[in-house]
């Protein structure tokens, strides 16, 4: 808690493995940390620390930089027009007062173009206000889409992403980073999160391959709903993959030719267990083993308390449930049950080291920690739950 921006709660936290893996001892690893650092007003940005894991799985956190660096805002410069009007649909935004704007769009279309057209519209002070709220949506979505760039001479702990656009106004909410391999490689690190503007909600997509230039967007189809969207660290048969919530309650596949448009979401787990009767929802991105997909999973059950679930899924078709604890893997003890959201450990994302989970986790919102789970007990349990 150095900085304001983290004064209220510093939780949430989503852990990847680092692209620079050089000058490290036998059984390290050099990892990125993401956290959810909420301050005044309730208003929520990403930060990042960095570490090491030893051969031990204790974990050195790297100093933190004294300062922070503000990145700089580029605007996407063309839209799809066909993608745009969809997008306006989902979200409800009436077409008799879009048609008039979109209608004389080109194809292709600049950002400073259709701000400017709806500008001169909004002048007139005649329009109704569902006019005016339809053509104020227009400019939302436009500003949306984005990219950022930090300085180079900053430090990974003076990178912050604050909310941006109007979609994100109060604030960017639990970010599942994740390291994408394609082909065997991996130089992309894919994140999810909730855009929030204290009236609704909007699932966007990150993506860096350095962690100074970040390119984000909003996430389209029938299945880019509600929160709790996590991508798949890899294609499965040739297609991008999805966790979601779209309901608010259960567990959803989708597959996608696109990592950015979502739709035919499938149903492939409900709450269980007195413990998760409440929903159930992902904790960050599946992780891959010879085994299965390991999910990690989180339930609320009575009295809100949130605790931490484990799932194994078929690795060539994650529709398949392996197997499931019965019991929570993590349940907030005694002293961890008070803080900025009490009854609560929440993670966003996991990774294995030296044939161990590595589990940061939330506690009560407040602070962050985490956990080591041994892989062989882990899944000989998930396996023996079936």
Not at 115 to 133: C, F, G
């Given at each position: 808690?150095?900085?304001?921006?983290?004064?209220?709660?510093f939780?949430n936290?989503?852990m990847?493995?680092?692209?620079?893996?050089?000058?490290l001892?036998?059984?390290?690893?050099?990892?990125?940390?993401?956290?959810?650092a909420?301050?005044?007003?309730?208003?929520?940005?990403v930060?990042?620390?960095?570490?090491i894991?030893d051969?031990?799985?204790?974990?050195?956190?790297m100093?933190?930089?004294?300062?922070?660096d503000k990145?700089?805002?580029?605007?996407?410069s063309?839209f799809?027009?066909?993608?745009?009007?969809?997008?306006?649909?989902?979200?409800?935004?009436p077409?008799?007062?879009t048609?008039?704007i979109?209608?004389?769009?080109p194809e292709?279309?600049?950002?400073?173009?259709?701000?400017?057209?709806?500008?001169?519209?909004?002048?007139?002070?005649?329009i109704?206000?569902?006019?005016?709220r339809?053509l104020?949506?227009?400019i939302?979505?436009?500003?949306?889409?984005?990219?950022?760039?930090?300085?180079?001479?900053?430090?990974?702990?003076?990178?912050?992403i604050?909310?941006?656009s109007?979609?994100?106004?109060?604030?960017i909410?639990?970010?599942?980073?994740?390291?994408?391999?394609?082909d065997g490689?991996?130089?992309?690190?894919?994140?999810?999160?909730?855009?929030?503007?204290?009236?609704?909600i909007?699932?966007?997509?990150i993506?860096t391959?350095?962690?100074y230039?970040?390119?984000?967007?909003p996430?389209?189809?029938?299945?880019?709903?509600n929160?709790?969207?996590?991508?798949f660290?890899?294609?499965?048969k040739g297609k991008y993959a999805?966790?979601?919530?779209?309901?608010g309650?259960?567990?959803?596949?989708?597959?996608?030719?696109?990592p950015t448009?979502?739709n035919n979401?499938?149903?492939i787990?409900?709450p269980?267990?007195?413990w998760?009767?409440?929903?159930?929802?992902?904790c960050?991105?599946?992780?891959?083993?010879?085994?299965?997909?390991?999910?990690?999973?989180?339930?609320?059950?009575?009295?809100?308390r949130?605790c931490?679930?484990?799932?194994?899924?078929?690795?060539?078709?994650p529709?398949?449930?392996?197997?499931?604890?019965?019991?929570?893997?993590l349940?907030?003890?005694?002293?961890?049950?008070?803080g900025?959201?009490?009854?609560?450990?929440?993670?966003?994302?996991?990774?294995?080291?030296?044939n161990?989970?590595?589990?940061?986790?939330?506690?009560s919102?407040?602070?962050?920690?985490?956990?080591?789970?041994d892989?062989?007990?882990?899944?000989?349990a998930l396996?023996?739950?079936?």
């Amino acid at each position: 808690m150095e900085y304001a921006i983290e004064s209220a709660a510093f939780f949430n936290p989503s852990m990847m493995e680092d692209f620079d893996q050089s000058f490290l001892g036998k059984q390290e690893k050099r990892v990125i940390i993401s956290f959810r650092a909420t301050g005044e007003g309730h208003i929520s940005s990403v930060v990042f620390r960095r570490g090491i894991l030893d051969k031990n799985n204790d974990l050195q956190m790297m100093k933190i930089g004294a300062n922070i660096d503000k990145a700089e805002i580029v605007h996407k410069s063309l839209f799809d027009k066909n993608r745009f009007v969809k997008k306006l649909a989902e979200m409800n935004t009436p077409d008799k007062y879009t048609a008039m704007i979109l209608q004389d769009m080109p194809e292709k279309f600049g950002y400073e173009i259709i701000k400017n057209a709806i500008n001169k519209v909004l002048d007139d002070e005649s329009i109704s206000h569902d006019q005016r709220r339809a053509l104020e949506e227009i400019i939302w979505l436009a500003d949306s889409f984005y990219d950022i760039q930090f300085k180079h001479d900053s430090d990974i702990t003076e990178r912050v992403i604050f909310p941006i656009s109007d979609s994100e106004s109060r604030g960017i909410e639990d970010a599942r980073f994740v390291r994408f391999f394609d082909d065997g490689t991996s130089h992309k690190i894919f994140g999810t999160y909730t855009a929030y503007n204290g009236h609704v909600i909007m699932p966007k997509l990150i993506s860096t391959e350095d962690f100074y230039s970040f390119h984000i967007m909003p996430l389209y189809g029938e299945g880019a709903k509600n929160k709790n969207l996590a991508m798949f660290p890899r294609k499965i048969k040739g297609k991008y993959a999805m966790l979601s919530r779209i309901d608010g309650v259960n567990n959803y596949l989708m597959y996608s030719d696109r990592p950015t448009e979502w739709n035919n979401p499938m149903l492939i787990q409900q709450p269980r267990y007195p413990w998760e009767f409440t929903q159930i929802g992902n904790c960050g991105s599946p992780i891959w083993t010879a085994e299965g997909w390991l999910i990690i999973t989180h339930g609320v059950g009575a009295m809100r308390r949130y605790c931490l679930g484990a799932s194994l899924f078929d690795l060539d078709d994650p529709s398949k449930e392996i197997g499931r604890l019965d019991e929570p893997l993590l349940a907030p003890l005694e002293d961890e049950r008070e803080g900025y959201v009490p009854n609560v450990v929440y993670s966003c994302g996991s990774i294995i080291h030296n044939n161990n989970l590595i589990l940061p986790y939330a506690v009560s919102d407040y602070s962050s920690t985490y956990g080591v789970v041994d892989m062989v007990e882990l899944l000989d349990a998930l396996k023996k739950s079936k």
